[in-house]
């Protein structure tokens, strides 16, 4: 099974902050990655998919990148409405979300 | 517009099955598949299974003794049943199509106690 290992796990930043996290596959999963903004008590919202594929309606600060085992969501200025956990998913080999970084404001 | 939402008895007692609904709007089941995943009660997201669009299922190994996955595309309706629960079981159980896993309902919690 692939995991899916992201960092990291608490990231404190202020608003207008460039962000960036992390995810690193155990194998390649072919840019078979997405990223997900969760919110408490909501369900998944999709941000990226496929690496680098911004999901319809979601602002363009969020941008995706990687290849191989290493992918990163960039927010290019952080705004309050971001502070979520995140969670990475591999969907190249069956599927695999990574255990989550949760974003908080400084 | 694409929605999912699924609905479930709430509270199961140990050893018992649970059945849960994925009623589905905007897309038809013969088209997209529809993959089941859960979360523990502040943990992680982990996926169940998923049945594609012509039929044919898969499942996650570590569940796939216990778990059965159907549909009803007359409904728009996908089923989940899985047996022999558990206290661990508890979780909130959510449903997603499977194209880029893009739309996700809002979820069901399913609490497993006596």
């Known amino acids: 099974d692939i995991q899916m290992t992201q960092s990291p796990s608490v990231l404190s930043a202020s608003v207008g902050d460039r962000v960036t996290l992390n995810c690193k596959a155990s194998?390649?999963?072919?840019?078979?990655l997405n990223w997900y903004q969760q919110k408490l008590g909501e369900a998944p919202k999709l941000l990226i998919y496929?690496?680098?594929n911004l999901q319809t309606g979601i602002p363009s600060r969020f941008s995706g990148s990687g290849s191989g085992t290493d992918y990163t969501l960039t927010i290019s200025s952080l705004q309050p409405e971001d502070v979520a956990t995140y969670f990475c998913?591999?969907?190249?080999?069956?599927?695999?979300f990574g255990a989550g970084t949760k974003l908080e404001l400084k | 517009q694409v929605q999912l939402k699924e609905s479930g008895p709430g509270l199961v007692k140990p050893s018992l099955t649970l059945s849960l609904t994925c009623t589905v709007s905007?897309?038809?089941?013969?088209?997209?598949?529809v993959i089941w995943v859960r979360q523990p009660p502040g943990k992680g997201l982990e996926w169940m299974g998923v049945?594609?669009?012509?039929?044919?299922?898969n499942y996650n190994s570590a569940l796939k003794s216990r778990l059965s996955i159907s549909r009803d595309t007359s409904k728009s309706q996908v089923f989940l049943k899985m047996n022999n629960l558990q206290t661990e079981d508890t979780a909130m159980y959510f449903c997603?199509?499977?194209?880029?896993?893009?739309?996700w309902g809002p979820g069901t919690m399913v609490t497993v106690s006596s």
């Open positions: 496929n690496t680098n």
């Open positions: 905007g897309f038809s089941l013969s088209s997209y598949g």
């Open positions: 998913f591999q969907h190249n080999s069956w599927y695999t």
């Open positions: 997603a199509r499977s194209r880029y896993f893009d739309f």
């Open positions: 049945i594609w669009g012509n039929g044919n299922t």
């Open positions: 194998q390649n999963i072919n840019k078979y």
